[in-house]
């Protein structure tokens, strides 16, 4: 499959299997926002600013999730934004008036400001738990996606954060210092805390979206703090995620926000048994590369994955081969250890890696 | 059944409820701890394998079934992990060849695919009836030797094909096998 790494007709194509390494890289590549996609997403979002802090003034805006944290997939759906208003700080707030009024101003000034580029422009505020979701019925890529904005209108906590809608009322929480944290994570780890969560978060999406992606990077700044390889970035994170959420469900890291963050469909014991099956897939991926089995761990790895389009799979023959080759090997080792009393003597090594089990030695048979 | 999800179906009514009370190897909880002990300590296989019981009717009147259904087994070479099916038979339908039925089920995965080691029904055809315990899958040796024998033999299936099949020249079987039949003639 060294076609997998060819970027174009004139580039120069190993002759070998791709390395995890490169798999990764090309993944990582394939699902990353075009530098076109985040300008036009980032003006977009300067439009709402603006507008936002004319209808009120002396407040401050902040950015928030994918694009804000550098880890934005393709195709590029959504962006978030905050307004912090000024004016309602003594006027709103639990005890106080909620948050209806707020959000309708906000939404007004929104529909006024880009009516006029965005004709078919929907704001929607009402029965919606925390955002005003402004839909632009205008992709800013190439391809039919709808393209939508979540609007926050927050209000400052006395001591630390933000009050956020919640419904009619307000939660709080700390979304600046998520941006903040996130950032410093980037900067410690020279991106690679960026790359990695973009991966996990195209692992999450092709897997039944077991986490949230503020769950995947809440849980990344406890496990990704110094520049490493992309794969085992993967694995400490699986290793500390697993930790965390057998123990229980993921607290704000800034300190924050009354509950934890929420699983979504799956139980915490569901999400935990997906972690460990999926885990010890990637674990696989990489024993076998080192032992020298690389369409074994490319084939682990886009297992993974579970996307053919963006990581394709081996050549299954090639896989079959190699898979007999280590066969092969693995009786040879078990036979030794058999010698030496290792392993019982009627058992033969399960295909593929699984070294800590064995299969009866038993003979394929036929009636007829 | 403490590892595997398990559900009850079938039935056909009053008249054969007394039967289910009856002792059967299935039911009883030494096979089920024998059988499924370990298949929680691999998170590969975890929350993955079911268990369903179903009761003599019309289209199964020999007797109860219990079935091991694993939801996808992941086997090298193959995109897709692979559904097996695992039945225990209170009346077995099929040949044990003197077998225990606890120690013969039939283990079900892709149906109709070639092979040149499957018994009538399809079943995987995993080890020869007359060899010693210790060539042998029993129930005592538990659900995941069994599920990695399956494993084994879909892989040696896959590469059989691969490498020419029925031929010719025929394909290479990558595990030990036995000649088919009996020497005899019979089971003994």
Same mark, same amino acid.
């Given at each position: ?9 004139? !580039? +120069?194509?190993?002759?070998?299997? $791709?390395? %995890? /390494? ?8 394939? *699902?990353? =926002? ?77 529909? !006024? +400001?880009?009516?006029?580029?965005? $004709?078919? %422009? /929907? ?8 955002? *005003?979701? =402004? ?234 | ?149 399956a494993r084994n033999h879909l892989l040696y299936e896959g590469h059989w094909r691969a490498t020419g099949g029925f031929g010719p020249p025929a394909g290479e079987w990558l595990g030990d096998e ?11």
């Amino acid at each position: 499959m060294t076609t997998l790494l060819t970027a174009s007709a004139d !580039d +120069a194509v190993p002759d070998r299997p $791709p390395t %995890l /390494r490169e798999l990764l890289e090309l993944l990582r590549a394939r *699902i990353q =926002v075009t530098p076109e996609e985040l300008a036009e997403a980032r003006r977009r979002r300067d439009l709402l600013a603006a507008a936002l802090l004319d209808e009120f003034p002396g407040s401050r805006t902040y950015v928030n999730g994918s694009v804000a944290h550098s880890d934005a997939l393709d195709p590029l759906t959504d962006i978030d934004l905050g307004v912090v208003v000024a004016e309602a700080k003594d006027t709103h707030g639990p005890g106080k008036k909620g948050c209806a009024d707020l959000q309708k101003r906000a939404a007004e000034a929104i529909r !006024d +400001a880009l009516k006029e580029e965005f $004709p078919y %422009l /929907r704001v929607e505020w009402k029965a919606r738990k925390r955002s *005003i979701l =402004v839909r632009f019925a205008k992709s800013i890529s190439s391809g039919d996606g709808e393209f939508t904005a979540d609007v926050i209108v927050a209000i400052e906590h006395p001591d630390k954060g933000l009050y956020i809608p919640n419904h009619a009322t307000w939660s709080r929480s700390h979304p600046e210092e998520h941006t903040r944290m996130v950032r410093v994570a980037n900067k410690t780890t020279q991106m690679t805390f960026a790359r990695v969560v973009r991966l996990l978060k195209h692992y999450n999406r092709r897997n039944q979206h077991p986490l949230c992606s503020w769950n995947i990077k809440a849980l990344a700044l406890g496990a990704i703090t110094a520049p490493t390889r992309l794969v085992v970035g993967m694995k400490d994170w699986f290793d500390h995620a697993i930790d965390e959420l057998s123990e229980g469900l993921t607290e704000d890291p800034a300190g924050v926000a009354e509950k934890p963050i929420a699983l979504n469909e799956l139980t915490r014991t569901q999400v935990v048994d997906q972690l460990e099956r999926d885990r010890d897939r990637l674990v696989r991926a990489i024993e076998l590369e080192d032992a020298g089995y690389p369409l074994q761990a490319h084939e682990q790895l886009a297992k993974f994955f579970n996307d053919k389009d963006l990581l394709p799979f081996p050549d299954p023959d090639a896989v079959l081969a190699e898979v007999a080759r280590k066969l092969a090997a693995d009786r040879a080792a078990a036979k030794t250890a058999a010698a030496a009393a290792v392993v019982p003597i009627a058992t033969v090594p399960v295909v593929g890696h699984h070294p800590d089990q064995h299969a009866p030695r038993t003979r394929s048979w036929g009636v007829g | 059944m403490s590892n595997a999800r398990s559900e009850v179906t079938g039935g056909l009514g009053g008249g054969h409820r007394t039967r289910g009370f009856n002792p059967w190897y299935a039911t009883g909880i030494a096979f089920q701890v024998a059988l499924e002990r370990d298949l929680d300590a691999h998170p590969e296989h975890r929350g993955l394998v079911t268990s369903s019981l179903t009761w003599p009717s019309l289209e199964q009147p020999a007797g109860r079934l219990l079935i091991y259904q694993h939801a996808g087994l992941d086997v090298p070479g193959r995109e897709d992990a692979v559904p097996v099916s695992i039945e225990f038979h209170e009346s077995p339908t099929y040949d044990t060849y003197r077998l225990d039925p606890a120690d013969y089920p039939r283990v079900l995965a892709d149906l109709g695919a070639a092979s040149p080691h499957r018994l009538p029904g399809d079943a995987l055809c995993l080890w020869y009836p007359r060899d010693a315990d210790d060539r042998r899958w029993t129930h005592t040796v538990g659900l995941i030797a069994l599920l990695n024998l399956a494993r084994n033999h879909l892989l040696y299936e896959g590469h059989w094909r691969a490498t020419g099949g029925f031929g010719p020249p025929a394909g290479e079987w990558l595990g030990d096998e036995a000649p088919h039949g009996f020497p005899d003639g019979a089971p003994t």
